[in-house]
């Protein structure tokens, strides 16, 4: 199953080689996938298709306004992959060797989660973390039911496993709240450490990521070309009620 994000590194007869990613998606016998060339241009794959270990698909580009084509074979084993791509660039054929590795996908945080933490009398409390995530820096804002908004502090996310932390103040007790949690998918599970003025232990906790709520309130413009290539530009005028949109819609074609 070549499910999953791959590192692949192509190399010419020259010794030269080039980075690339590869990210496939399979959904029952289809399978599909997104290529990140060297310089870092994502396109669609074509034609994917897998059988006793044996990948084939294409890409199709352009470098520089020239139409480049690569078609990739190879053999998939385990986590690792090797072949061949045949290219045509502007006209220019040839055959270079690639081999690549499953590579781990990187984790995103970013987002609310809403986090339970079960106390040992059973109670519980609900907290959320709203996570900014750019590249490598990680920061959250921290809140409750009847909470204001803390920054966290010392978040730190390695492979899988996320720390951070939390610290205010209460009648003028210090209060600490340390989270150590594995991410995956769209739950965290794990244990947190409290200190509430002086008083320590450690419960477990489990977070989910919430569904970002879509506003489609407001002003849309369109623009449809037909095949004749003629023109239309309406608009429509969206308002929201609850769950309830109604609208407005100007223009022609309606």
């Known amino acids: 199953n070549p ?31 997104i290529y990140n060339g060297p ?4 396109v669609p794959i074509e034609d994917a298709q ?4 044996k990948l084939s698909f294409g890409v199709s580009r352009e470098v520089d306004g020239n139409k480049f084509i690569s078609k990739f074979q190879a053999k998939v084993t385990g986590d690792k992959i090797k072949g061949t791509i ?6 220019q054929t040839g055959t270079l060797d690639f081999e690549g590795t499953r590579a781990k996908e990187p984790v995103s945080l970013a987002g609310t989660w809403k986090i339970t933490v079960k106390e040992d009398d059973g109670r519980i409390i609900e907290r959320v973390v709203k996570w900014k995530q750019e590249g490598d820096k990680l920061s959250g804002l921290y809140s409750g039911p009847r ?16 720390t951070f932390r939390v610290s205010r103040e209460q009648n003028g007790n210090k209060m600490i709240f340390t989270y150590r949690g594995k ?8 244990k947190m450490d409290y ?3 002086g008083e320590k232990g450690t419960l477990p906790f ?10 489609g309130a407001g002003t849309w413009k369109f623009k449809i070309t037909t095949e004749s290539g003629q023109v239309f530009e309406p608009s429509l005028q969206l308002t929201k009620d609850g769950e309830k949109f109604s609208g407005a819609y100007s223009g022609q074609l309606g």
Do not use: C, M, P
Not at 4 to 29: E, I, P, R, V, Y
Not at 39 to 42: A, Y
Not at 86 to 91: L, M, P
């Open 86 to 91: 045949d290219f045509d660039f502007a006209g």
């Open 50 to 53: 897998i059988k006793d270990g």
């Open 195 to 197: 200190d509430v003025a």
């Open 39 to 42: 310089r870092g241009n994502e």
């Open 183 to 190: 991410v995956t998918g769209d739950t965290i599970t794990g």
């Open 3 to 33: 499910t999953g994000l791959w590192k692949l590194t192509a190399t010419t007869q020259s010794g030269q080689t080039f980075q690339s990613t590869l990210k496939f998606t399979q959904d029952g016998s289809k399978l599909t996938g």
């Open 147 to 162: 909470l204001a908004e803390f920054a966290v502090e010392e978040a730190s996310l390695k492979d899988d496993e996320l």
């Open 206 to 215: 489990e977070a989910k990521r919430a569904k970002e709520q879509i506003n």
